[in-house]
């Protein structure tokens, strides 16, 4: 039954391939012109839709979108229109389309730079070779004056004005040769940089398939004559976007004023001029079902029994080092090489996925660079207060508690941080969905001075006899509120856990009292400091250890 209903689909589809190219044959081919209008971004890719205004008589037509990027993902294409034309959508065929020349006018410009540019250095190259045969033409030249001028001495008969003349002559030219020479050296140098440059420039926008590109045929039937907008979407890798955030704390009126950007990146192979933009938090490319649990077994661990190499190579069809060797007659199976398989373009579904609606026309080139785009810019009520941990660093640290009162959540991603107007520096923002509470820190504050010092570190004398010994141990912490507004400080501490019974700490004092203290030693103060305000800590505690004993931690 299984096999019979295949060979129905079979059918079924080979008369619809047959029909569509009997269809092709007799319809009218239009190669439209069409243009990006809307671009949806995601993070991993995009997604494109083109349209081309056609005037349709009635019968059937080829509408042929051609010169479109390879990066196109062929089962992520769409088709959809309306207009005065009564039009039924028959089919889309997607070919692979060999081109003479790069589809990016950027690319064929920078690659005729690039061929000037060596032309140039081929030229320069072609003149330090004249010079150097020159040079070289010259020096011959004086060594043969100078064997003739040494001749002439010898019999008592010299020119000495004639030879003067010449040897004037040939210094000059040589050193004309010399220069020029070095001119060229220069000239080469700055050329072979400038060529560099732009072999980088050309391959950072280059798309892998520079020569290829895609043609989608739609063929249409249209039984009514008219205008028609015909819509052509589809999703191209090498395009994403990552948000930015620039989070500036104003401490006096408890806000942060938040700016949410766009990082937009592409080098799908077509440019986005003028374009409606999308940006997605959706990724199409994520799997749409939950995973599976597999049984979870136990089992005692039995080792598998040594298999010599020469066992092994056979199995796997190696004869002498050679995958899929022949024995006997016998080919040895070697597994096929799998083609990566295309996924298809998902369904954004709004209600479950966040959309940022660019408001003005966008312009992002495929070249890889980022380009940014605001996004929206909103102030929010923060409660701060700081918390610093002199023993590891004499600073306190702004924290702003807040809930996230937007209508969408912050995405992670890289946020740049500000107290006031100093940059304090950057730092990666966890995801905070709506209405849900979250921690950020804003770095140290300069005006909240700590400062954490070691009082005393003293052997106490022990007893008579006794076989123990003791260490007394003093700290102080201080901080001073430098600020002209009241703030509110989290200190934290610690006092040693033993995790010995001989090993004992005794005699503790803290004043003031901590607010919080957990079974781990760390100790907590909550303290509200008024301006210019300073207070201070003290945490003393004695260990008592066995003599003669070394003790980790001390």
Not at 88 to 103: H, N, P, R, Y
């Amino acid at each position: 039954m299984e096999a019979k209903m295949k060979t129905m689909k079979e059918i079924f589809l080979l008369l619809f391939i047959s029909i569509f190219f009997s269809s092709a044959l007799f319809s009218d081919e239009i190669v439209t012109q069409s243009s990006i209008s809307t671009v949806t971004v995601f993070p991993d890719r995009a997604s494109v839709t083109r349209e081309a205004d056609l005037s349709l008589a009635s019968g059937v037509h080829s509408v042929v979108f051609s010169g479109l990027p390879a990066t196109l993902i062929p089962n992520s294409v769409r088709v959809s229109g309306k207009g005065t034309a009564l039009v039924k959508v028959l089919g889309v065929d997607i070919s692979t389309q060999f081109l003479e020349s790069a589809l990016l006018p950027e690319i064929n410009k920078l690659q005729k730079e690039v061929d000037n540019v060596q032309l140039e250095i081929d030229k320069i190259k072609d003149k330090i070779d004249v010079l150097e045969s020159q040079e070289k033409f010259l020096k011959s030249i004086e060594a043969s004056t100078s064997s003739k001028a040494s001749q002439e001495i010898l019999l008592g008969k010299p020119d000495v004005q004639s030879w003067e003349k010449v040897i004037n002559f040939l210094a000059a030219k040589l050193q004309d040769a010399k220069q020029s020479k070095l001119e060229c050296k220069k000239a080469l140098a700055e050329q072979v940089a400038k060529l560099e440059a732009l072999k980088k420039k050309l391959e950072s926008i280059k798309p892998q398939k520079p020569l290829e590109g895609r043609r989608v045929t739609v063929l249409l039937e249209s039984s009514r004559a008219g205008d028609f907008k015909l819509n052509l979407s589809y999703t191209v890798i090498n395009a994403r976007w990552s948000p930015l955030y620039t989070l500036r704390a104003v401490p006096d009126s408890a806000e942060i004023e938040l700016a949410l950007q766009a990082s937009i990146q592409q080098i799908s192979g077509e440019n986005w001029d003028d374009v409606d933009a999308l940006l997605s938090t959706s990724s199409p490319a994520l799997a749409t079902n939950p995973p599976a649990l597999n049984p979870w077994i136990l089992d005692i661990y039995v080792p598998k029994p040594m298999v010599r190499k020469e066992a092994k190579d056979k199995e796997r069809g190696v004869i002498g080092g050679v995958v899929g060797g022949v024995l006997g007659g016998v080919v040895g199976e070697v597994e096929a090489p799998l083609e990566a398989e295309m996924a298809s373009a998902g369904v954004v579904e709004t209600g479950l996925h966040l959309n940022f609606e660019i408001k003005r026309k966008v312009q992002i080139p495929s070249d890889g660079a980022p380009h940014k785009v605001p996004i929206d810019s909103k102030k929010m009520s923060v409660k701060f207060n700081y918390i610093c941990v002199p023993k590891l660093k004499e600073a306190a640290f702004l924290r702003g508690k807040l809930k996230n009162t937007l209508a969408y959540p912050f995405l992670s991603g890289k946020a740049d941080i500000f107290i006031l107007q100093d940059y304090v520096g950057s730092a990666a923002l966890p995801f905070v969905a709506a209405e849900e509470e979250a921690e950020m820190f804003f770095g140290e504050d300069s005006q909240i001075r700590v400062k954490y010092e070691q009082l005393k570190r003293e052997k106490v004398a022990p007893g008579f006899l006794s076989k123990t010994e003791k260490l007394r141990l003093v700290y102080k912490i201080t901080i001073q509120n430098l600020r002209k507004y009241q703030v509110e400080t989290e200190i934290l501490d610690q006092i040693p856990i033993s995790q010995n019974s001989k090993v004992e700490v005794k005699e503790v004092s803290i004043n003031p009292a901590p607010t919080k203290k957990d079974e781990k030693g760390i100790l907590s103060w909550i303290l509200t400091l008024a301006p210019q305000e300073k207070r201070e800590i003290l945490i003393d505690f004695t260990i008592e250890y066995p003599k003669d004993t070394n003790i980790i931690g001390l």
